[in-house]
């Protein structure tokens, strides 16, 4: 007997050893299968039509051909939540300070709208004078990290930038009329680019936007021609090209659509009641005739930026429904209009950019040959970062390739004229 229990006594702990090393490989399993570590890394699909365009691109932007390499431990699950919530709650890693001047202009209506603009910190690589016309995402201005971060990179390249503030957004200016920025109005924009066009003659222009931003500069490129004037390409990143299209998707639970949209909508009620004075108050500025103070009531029940859109939002300019105003204000209508390089980037893993909406930017880039789609695996929502395992680096994927393609398309521009002016002067010998 005593032997016997001397026998299991020593047993013990190699069981014990045993269940230590089923439950570490349990866990490890689960942290390879949450964190989706084996997810094979690829270069971006890409979208396009066979052109010397196109041959061009890919031979000068290496980043399109490239393997995109996320963070190993949170930079590929599948569904993009870490890249995204990073993005939305730092921005940027070590975010630089880039020194601008900040400049406002008066609208037609009244509104003050602001705009900060950066100097060049380098010559540029053609030696041209190239300026980055840059429209931020939702509620979002020049100060934001992520902005911050491209605008100094994007300098220390040769680019001058003009970053777009939108109407509303900073907490330091006042409204002077009782309207904000909206999904797709473009007035601020244009007023914009039209400075910038008349203070520097020479210049020529990279248009930027990135989410609804990507949304206000193709609408305003595609609203007319003469926008498309001195406008060497446009880079749009991580837009949903149709809010009709994107509403029902955006109030589906599935990759936790209807929380961010819960969290975006609870942001633009800070925003907009931080100037309900000015929206709603009874002042001498003429409110939009059909915003009134139950508006204000609903407003604050509001769990959706679609219900924001429709008590509020859509009636600064006089739209009659929700459908008309995403309608009329999305970018879809107007992407056919545009003739520049057009560069549209998304992610396959973007949590709030339903998949059904990437349709719309390859069957354009199917059939246009100025149009190129770029679909990374990962980088969630405006996330893009990259490094080798835990810690990203301060530059992600998508500020690097954006302007390396803008590098590419002033190359490819001035490659252009100079054989325009050898044709010329041959053909003069002739």
């Known amino acids: 007997l005593k032997m016997s229990a001397m026998l299991e006594t020593s047993e013990l702990p190699a069981v014990f050893d045993g ?76 975010s630089p ?18 705009f900060d603009l950066f100097e060049p910190q380098s010559e540029h690589c053609t030696g041209e004078d190239v300026t980055m016309v840059i429209c931020p995402g939702i509620a979002n201005h020049s100060e934001k ?12 390249n040769g680019y001058r930038c003009a970053v777009l503030n939108h109407l509303g957004a900073l907490p330091n200016i006042e409204l002077t009329s009782p309207r904000m920025f909206t999904y797709g109005c473009t007035w601020e924009f244009s ?6 066009k008349k203070t520097y003659p020479q210049t020529q222009l990279v248009v930027v936007g990135f989410s609804l931003g990507g949304n206000i500069v193709c609408k305003y490129l595609g609203e007319s021609q003469a926008n498309q004037e001195r406008v ?7 837009q949903g090209y149709s809010a009709l299209r994107a509403q029902e998707t955006f109030m589906q639970w599935d990759q936790c659509r209807r929380f961010y949209n819960f969290l975006m909508a609870d942001n633009m009620k ?16 003429k409110k939009p005739q059909s915003l009134s103070d139950a508006d204000l009531s609903k407003l604050y029940t509001a769990t959706s930026l679609m219900q924001i859109d429709d008590n509020v939002m859509r009636k600064f300019h006089g739209y009659s429904s929700l459908k008309e105003y995403y ?29 059904s909406l990437l349709s719309i930017p ?38 690097k390739l954006v302007v390396q393609y803008a590098n590419a398309i002033c190359q490819w521009e001035k490659t252009k004229s100079h054989c325009s002016d050898t044709e010329q002067a041959v053909s003069g010998q002739e």
Request: charged residues 20%; hydrophobic residues 40%; glycine residues 6%.
């Open 191 to 196: 007023a914009m680019v039209n400075y910038i």
């Open 327 to 355: 309608e009329e204000e999305s970018c879809l209508h107007y992407l056919h209009r545009i003739y520049v390089p057009l560069l549209l980037v998304n992610a396959a893993d973007d949590p709030l950019v339903h998949e």
């Open 145 to 156: 990290q992520y902005i911050r971060t491209f605008v100094d990179y994007a300098q220390k």
């Open 270 to 285: 800070k925003i907009i009641l931080s100037h309900r004075q000015v929206l709603f108050g009874d002042n001498n500025m």
């Open 362 to 399: 390859r069957a354009l880039s199917e059939k246009r040959e100025n149009v190129m789609h770029v679909l990374p695996l990962h980088g969630g929502h405006l996330g893009f970062f990259e490094g080798s395992v835990l810690f990203p680096e301060p530059l992600t994927w998508m500020d």
């Open 19 to 94: 269940v230590k090393l089923a439950a570490v490989a349990a866990v490890l399993y689960v942290i390879v299968r949450c964190l989706n570590l084996k997810s094979p890394t690829a270069p971006p699909e890409l979208i396009y039509q066979d052109s010397a365009l196109a041959r061009f691109l890919l031979k000068s932007c290496p980043l399109l051909t490239k393997e995109y390499i996320p963070p190993l431990i949170w930079g590929k699950k599948r569904s993009g939540h870490i890249q995204t919530a990073l993005y939305g709650k730092m921005g940027r890693v070590r």
């Open 97 to 114: 300070h880039p020194y601008g001047l900040r400049k406002y202009l008066t609208m037609p209506d009244g509104a003050t709208a602001t």
């Open 232 to 238: 060497l390409c446009c880079v749009s990143v991580c």
